[in-house]
Nanobody
Framework: QVQLVESGGGLVQPGGSLRLSCAAS????????MGWYRQAPGKQRELVAR???????DYADSVKGRFTISRDNVENTVFLQMNSLKPEDTAVYYC??????????WGQGTQVTVSS
């Protein structure tokens, strides 16, 4: 089993920044991918960014150049640095991890609201 605990969400003005963190515990050594999905009201959950143990990362087109995912394999933590935030980035952000590329475990979610 793996447990994921997110932190760092909140209210920010357009153009601002936030940094999300997700700390993993349990049998994390056997997982490969860590990343973030988000879900806005009335919309489907979408992949935002993911990072593999190999070091490879990829991003949704909507966040490329603004968001950066990073990972600390010693502390079993994944981060999402979000810059130049837009109102359309408003969503609940979910951390996940998986044995391959898909999600096997989820965090509880953290709300990000971008509004003036």
């Amino acid at each position: 089993q793996v447990q994921l605990v997110e932190s760092g969400g909140g209210l920010v003005q357009p153009g601002g920044s936030l940094r999300l963190s997700c700390a993993a515990s349990g049998s994390i050594f056997s997982t490969n991918v860590m990343g973030w999905y988000r879900q806005a009201p009335g919309k489907q959950r979408e992949l935002v960014a993911r990072n593999f143990r190999s070091g490879m990362s990829d991003y949704a087109d909507s966040v490329k150049g603004r968001f950066t995912i990073s990972r600390d394999n010693v502390e079993n933590t994944v981060f999402l640095q979000m810059n130049s935030l837009k109102p359309e980035d408003t969503a609940v952000y979910y951390c996940y991890t998986g044995f391959h590329s898909d999600a096997d475990y989820w965090g509880q979610g953290t709300q990000v609201t971008v509004s003036s």
